[in-house]
């Protein structure tokens, strides 16, 4: 059987701009439960615009469900803009933290060439255990954890992902733009989202 003309699954970035409003994240992540697709990292944090929230959503899927899917997601009434990219049209960034015992730092001087080696730095300090943090993709984070295990590691923990778009010049630019040539008469609640399609796409 032929797989030539299969779809291919890769990492898509979601980016999705919105109002911050209770619930939406329910909302959002309903959209991909009902598709049954997994989210592999959800990031939430204040953008460059004042009072608008950014999600970084993270999925391993197709280019055509990816689309379906942000196309769906911009109909929820809070959010304003979706972009969907490739890993290779972004730039992101993980952080991770790793607990390993204290004596086993200070008495192997193997385990503290392996932590400078990856830029780990130490961010607590206790007799019985050293917190170190590294930031880089998910294959470096991953790789810090195999090298840590023979020597007593503690715990881990990793955060979800953070991307910034490399060409573009941000939903902030575009949306100032937009007041300019179509100024509103006065400040009016989701004044943008019945022009949204002409706050152009990235």
Not at 98 to 113: C, F, G, M, S, W
Not at 150 to 164: D, K, M, Q, T
Not at 169 to 183: Q, S
Request: hydrophobic share 35%.
């Amino acid at each position: 059987m032929s797989t030539e003309n299969t779809p291919i699954k890769q990492e898509y970035n979601i980016t999705v701009y919105t109002e911050n409003q209770i619930g939406l994240l329910g909302r959002i992540a309903i959209i991909f439960t009902r598709r049954k697709i997994n989210i592999d990292s959800l990031n939430t944090s204040p953008s460059e615009i004042e009072s608008i929230h950014r999600f970084n959503i993270v999925i391993n899927e197709t280019e055509d469900v990816v689309r379906k899917v942000t196309r769906q997601i911009e109909k929820q009434v809070e959010v304003l803009k979706v972009y969907y990219n490739t890993n290779e049209d972004v730039i992101w960034q993980e952080m991770a933290l790793y607990k390993v015992p204290t004596d086993t730092i200070a008495e192997k001087a193997l385990v503290e060439r392996l932590l400078r080696e990856n830029g780990a730095r130490a961010v607590v300090i206790r007799k019985d255990y050293t917190v170190f943090e590294t930031t880089g993709h998910r294959e470096e984070t991953d790789n810090l954890i195999k090298a840590l295990q023979p020597y007593g590691l503690i715990e881990f923990v990793r955060s979800a992902r953070i991307a910034i778009i490399k060409d573009s010049e941000g939903f902030n630019c575009k949306l100032r733009e937009f007041e300019r040539t179509e100024p509103a008469p006065e400040i009016v609640e989701n004044e943008y989202l019945n022009s949204r399609d002409k706050v152009f796409t990235m």
